[in-house]
């Protein structure tokens, strides 16, 4: 039985002797009550790629269609790439994880495809109080659900990662975490139960500190991890970490790569060559006791491209694919090949070996996408218009040229694949995917129509009330890692888990929730500890003028005592 009742708003002219007078002629005040328990059941969310996004990967299948993997607010899905002239039969869209009536049970913040049909996540681990950790997925059907065992994670008990700074590329992962560590994971060993993981040093071998991290950028063959980070006078540097893999263990070499004279950002490793932009050739028009390069306020921003090189003899700029061609012609007939070496990386004297590639303008450039052989490809800004460009030898020996390849108009975001075949851009919500190759890149410039992953329509499905216990156990986590105190305050950190735990189940709305992480962080006695939340919805849907009517009616029973 449900029990109800109207609200009418009353003057004066109605009440008379304390009675009330012509009632019929009321109107009820239109209040919208929602019950708690709306607020628990499943709630399907429509995807919106820049603001659920967390991460992307692309991968070319065996029968020839591109995949892509999305990790959309703790989900991730594997969808085809399509194009509008392609063919309608695609394969179907995936959802990786977690399961059916599982979404909030388990937060998935990044992935990458190790084959089409297995994939690396880093997720967190509700059995270990919500600690990041490692896991193998299979595309083939959705993880962490109801009816199938939980996935046991190759790696667990991790600090908090830095999830923009993952790099993987070759069986190999590195990451950051909240105590400044790099650290690097083998997977050529999970299959059969071992775990390379090693913590990187702290200092390179020029004596720099190796921390404030700002990226990191694996070599594809695994050999090689570009760290980017911030010198002692907080100019930004690179320091290149040699791996090698001996006695089931990974021994480091540090070695600086670029001056701390200036700043080094965005590292791209090709295959013996490393690129990035950097700061070193501006100088201010402001005359300064303290140099040309004190940041005044005319100080300059542009940046310029550098190339350093691994190898004794690298491969600097541009093969022509056409050349390419001929050759596998004249070896297709007989000509006999001659046996590439293995590549031997020179990393002596590396901060002394860089230059710039004067062939490209410096200007306002935003991002490498691709740095090879054959072809420089870049995001910049010219004309306050975004742009990618490319610069490849048109004729052999000759100086590389300038194509303006697409404008990057109403363009949100822009990245690079994993195996770095492929990068892709965010616009008018749609993941735009293209080939890192010259062919594709010139049919660009042609206006040929990109590929695009395959979202539409596409939707999160979320249970509030296990969202809420994950939040919770975010919540306490954060804290457990980024609390100035490592021994907060004193107080037994694992123990308040527990302690409120009980009240998160109880919790029939984010107001709730809220009011559990305030108790909950009110234990560390810190001034400087706040809880911000956003709820789906208010308890009550009604406008400001029905709120105040119905404040006025109780300032007016007020009154009358």
């Given at each position: ?504 189940k109880r919790c029939a709305k984010r107001e709730d929730l809220d009011d559990v992480l305030r108790y909950m962080s009110s234990e560390l ?37």
């Amino acid at each position: 039985m449900r029990v109800g009742a109207d609200l009418f708003f009353l003057k004066k002219d109605h009440i008379v002797n304390q009675h009330l007078i012509d009632i019929e002629s009321l109107a009820p005040i239109r209040i919208n009550v929602r019950s708690d328990f709306n607020n628990l059941q499943e709630r399907i969310i429509p995807v919106n790629l820049l603001r659920h996004m967390t991460s992307v990967d692309v991968i070319n299948t065996q029968y020839g269609q591109i995949n892509s993997l999305l990790t959309l607010r703790g989900q991730l899905f594997s969808v085809p790439t399509i194009s509008d002239a392609s063919s309608p039969y695609q394969s179907r869209r995936r959802k990786v994880g977690p399961g059916s009536r599982m979404g909030g049970f388990t937060r998935i913040l990044w992935s990458g495809y190790v084959t089409p049909d297995l994939v690396l996540a880093l997720a967190t681990d509700h059995s270990n109080m919500g600690s990041h950790a490692w896991y193998l997925l299979e595309t083939s059907g959705p993880s962490f659900s109801v009816a199938e065992p939980e996935p046991t994670p190759i790696l667990t008990n991790i600090t908090s990662v830095y999830v923009e700074m993952i790099a993987f590329c070759n069986l190999l992962v590195a990451w950051t975490d909240t105590d400044g560590d790099v650290h690097v994971m083998d997977l050529q060993e999970v299959v059969n139960g071992t775990v390379l993981h090693s913590v990187l040093p702290k200092v390179n071998n020029l004596g720099s500190p190796v921390a404030a991290i700002y990226g990191l950028e694996l070599h594809v063959n695994g050999d090689l991890l570009a760290i980017t980070h911030a010198a002692k006078n907080s100019f930004v540097i690179v320091t290149l970490a040699k791996l090698t893999k001996s006695d089931g263990d990974i021994e480091v070499d540090m070695v600086q790569a670029t001056s701390d004279n200036y700043n080094s950002v965005d590292v791209f490793l090709s295959e013996d060559t490393m690129y990035f932009f950097s700061d070193q050739d501006i100088v201010n028009d402001v005359s300064s006791p303290w140099g040309t390069r004190a940041p005044m306020p005319h100080f300059e921003k542009p940046l310029s491209v550098y190339a350093l090189p691994l190898t004794s003899n690298p491969d600097l700029m541009v093969t022509i694919p056409e050349l390419n061609k001929n050759l596998a012609e004249e070896n297709a007939e007989g000509t006999e090949l001659v046996e590439t070496s293995p590549l031997v990386f020179e990393l002596s004297n590396l901060v002394q070996r860089s230059y710039r590639l004067s062939f490209i303008p410096s200007g306002n450039h935003f991002k490498i996408l691709t740095a090879n052989s054959g072809l420089i490809l870049l995001g910049t800004v010219q004309g306050g218009n975004a742009m990618i460009i490319a610069w490849f030898e048109k004729i052999p020996g000759s100086l590389p040229i300038e194509v303006p390849i697409v404008s990057l108009d109403g363009v949100e975001y822009a990245g690079v694949t994993n195996n770095r075949a492929y990068f892709y851009l965010i616009k008018n919500d749609k993941l735009f995917v293209y080939e890192n190759s010259l062919e594709e890149v010139m049919q660009l410039s042609e206006g040929i129509q990109p590929y695009y992953a395959h979202t539409a329509n596409l939707a999160l499905h979320i249970q509030p009330q296990l969202e809420y216990m994950q939040m919770y156990t975010d919540a306490w986590r954060l804290l457990r890692d980024y609390f100035y105190d490592k021994n907060m305050h004193g107080v037994d950190w694992p123990n308040i888990f527990y302690r409120y735990l009980p009240l998160v189940k109880r919790c029939a709305k984010r107001e709730d929730l809220d009011d559990v992480l305030r108790y909950m962080s009110s234990e560390l006695s810190a001034l400087h500890v706040f809880v911000y939340g956003k709820s789906f919805g208010g308890v009550f849907d009604v406008c400001r003028s029905l709120i105040i009517e119905v404040l006025t009616i109780l300032l007016f029973f007020d009154e009358r005592g």
